[in-house]
T-cell receptor, first 113, second 114 residues
Framework: DTGVSQDPRHKITKRGQNVTFRCDPI?????LYWYRQTLGQGPEFLTY????????KSRLLSDRFSAERPKGSFSTLEIQRTEQGDSAMYLC???????????FGDGTRLSIL | EDQVTQSPEALRLQEGESSSLNCSYT??????LFWYRQDPGKGPEFLFT???AGEEKEKERLKATLTKKESFLHITAPKPEDSATYLC???????????????FGEGTQLTVNP
């Protein structure tokens, strides 16, 4: 296993800009998850894919957020018209089965100026 | 709604001073309870999964236990390299479309002084 890979590691952008993050899961893991973590808090669930199907979305995922997982491999998370409150660490995780451990990448830290 | 509460928020120990971290949970049917370690600027690193009350798992100086209402992470003779934030998370039973998310607590920040 090469681990979950996320890119970029850091993103600084101006309020109102669009940003896109990429996640490459562990190979052969067909489940992929996105979480958001702010300082001093635990990760909060955003959305979940099984293969290419997006099966669950949190209420936190406003209509400015969109996630895709074409062909069931890597995933992208896009935030449109970024706001100050979007500043956070965006974490991606993958797992082989539903009740097996989710393995996390090191995240993308988003800072909104 | 699933809830996870961790205590204490922060814990300072001297090297070799054993202690326990607590994770209390409320969930509509537990599928699994997960412990993670998180270092600053990194993603959570998986430690243990517990599936049923009475289950115990051990790894080096760490031991995790589970009851119907809470889990403990026991740290025996900790070393400075054990300093990190320890996160507890639960996964609830449910349909494929609703039973996959992890609900995390806010974590316990552990500092082990030499």
């Amino acid at each position: 296993d090469t681990g979950v890979s996320q890119d970029p590691r850091h993103k600084i952008t101006k309020r109102g800009q669009n940003v896109t993050f990429r996640c490459d899961p562990i190979s052969e893991h067909n489940r992929l998850y996105w979480y958001r973590q702010t300082l001093g808090q635990g990760p909060e669930f955003l959305t979940y894919f099984q293969n290419e199907a997006q099966l669950e979305k949190s209420r936190l995922l406003s209509d400015r957020f969109s996630a895709e997982r074409p062909k069931g491999s890597f995933s992208t998370l896009e935030i449109q018209r970024t706001e100050q409150g979007d500043s956070a660490m965006y974490l991606c995780a993958s797992s082989r089965q539903r009740n097996q451990p989710q393995h996390f990448g090191d995240g993308t830290r988003l800072s909104i100026l | 709604e699933d809830q996870v509460t961790q205590s204490p928020e922060a814990l300072r120990l001297q090297e070799g001073e054993s202690s326990s971290l607590n994770c209390s949970y409320t969930v509509s049917g537990l599928r699994g309870l997960f412990w993670y370690r998180q270092d600053p600027g990194k993603g959570p690193e998986f430690l243990f999964t517990l599936y049923s009350a009475g289950e115990e798992k051990e790894k080096e100086r760490l031991k995790a236990t589970l009851t119907k209402k809470e889990s403990f992470l026991h740290i025996t003779a900790p070393k400075p390299e054990d300093s990190a934030t320890y996160l507890c998370a639960v996964q609830a039973e449910g349909q494929e479309t609703s039973g996959s998310r992890l609900t995390f607590g806010e974590g316990t920040q552990l500092t082990v002084n030499p």
